[in-house]
């Protein structure tokens, strides 16, 4: 049995888990944008029961890791625009959270926080960034939810299985996945009216893309530095 093998077994149902949270997400994805040009206008022309749809497709989608949150964005914005899609893509990804959060939290257990408290350097870093206090675990889940590049799904599995306040990481969820969630449904909404001449459209995007990996190097960067200063410490 290889090192993989043995850690997956020792999650126990959060192995698995973990293993569709990984892989999933991204194929749904590429099949929902593929799907825009009729799933935009379909949703848009049934007006509010279609915003409603969206809304619960965005909670349970994305909340069972089967679909990601920046798609599921940009179909917001293509279908209802930005002043109307971004309230809701973020309604949507604040349900998505606490779905996949109760299914993360009864899939793990304490397997988790067991696995690390085997480690001394490993509870060290533990107990500093997420055992430290609302303020300290705050900061940190909305660091790790900034990027673009963290994968939704996986780290709600990650938060719920070490144990983090529902409280906290549902805070840091929003004010983390707020900023990039606005950026894709401003993406969504530049494709998606495309009255606008393409100079617009294409700058539009150019700068959502600058500014996402602005965004994303900040938030690595800041992480970067915390863990390494109190892996340090342990």
Same mark, same amino acid.
């Given at each position: ?16 888990? &973990? !293993?569709?949270? @990984?892989? %999933? ?5 590429? #099949? *929902? /944008? ?6 935009? $206008? ?81 509870? &060290? !870093?533990?107990? @500093?960034? %997420? ?5 300290? #675990? *705050? /900061? ?6 900034? $990027? ?87």
């Amino acid at each position: 049995m290889t090192q993989v093998q043995a850690v997956l077994r020792r999650l126990g149902p959060a192995g698995p888990l &973990a !293993v569709v949270a @990984a892989s %999933l997400p991204a194929l749904g994805g590429f #099949t *929902l /944008l593929g799907t825009l040009k009729w799933s935009g $206008p379909w949703l848009q022309a049934h007006g509010g029961l279609g915003l409603m749809l969206y809304v619960a497709g965005f909670m349970v989608l994305a909340g069972l890791a089967v679909l990601p949150t920046y798609a599921l964005a940009v179909l917001g914005g293509w279908a209802f625009g930005l002043a109307v899609g971004c309230p809701a893509a973020i309604g949507g990804f604040l349900g998505a959270s606490a779905i996949g959060y109760l299914i993360a939290r009864r899939a793990s257990g304490d397997r988790v926080v067991g696995i690390i408290q085997e480690h001394r350097k490993w509870q &060290a !870093v533990y107990e @500093a960034l %997420l055992g430290s206090g609302f303020t300290r #675990t *705050l /900061l940190i889940v909305t660091l790790l939810r900034l $990027p673009p590049n963290s994968p939704f799904a996986i780290t709600n599995l990650v938060l719920a299985a070490t144990r983090v306040p529902p409280l906290t990481y549902l805070l840091g969820t929003l004010l983390g996945m707020s900023p990039r969630t606005a950026i894709a449904v401003f993406v969504g909404a530049q494709v998606g009216f495309s009255g606008r001449p393409a100079w617009v459209v294409v700058s539009g995007i150019v700068v959502a893309i600058v500014v996402i990996g602005i965004i994303g190097t900040l938030a690595n960067q800041a992480i970067a530095k915390v863990t390494a200063a109190e892996s340090e410490r342990g």
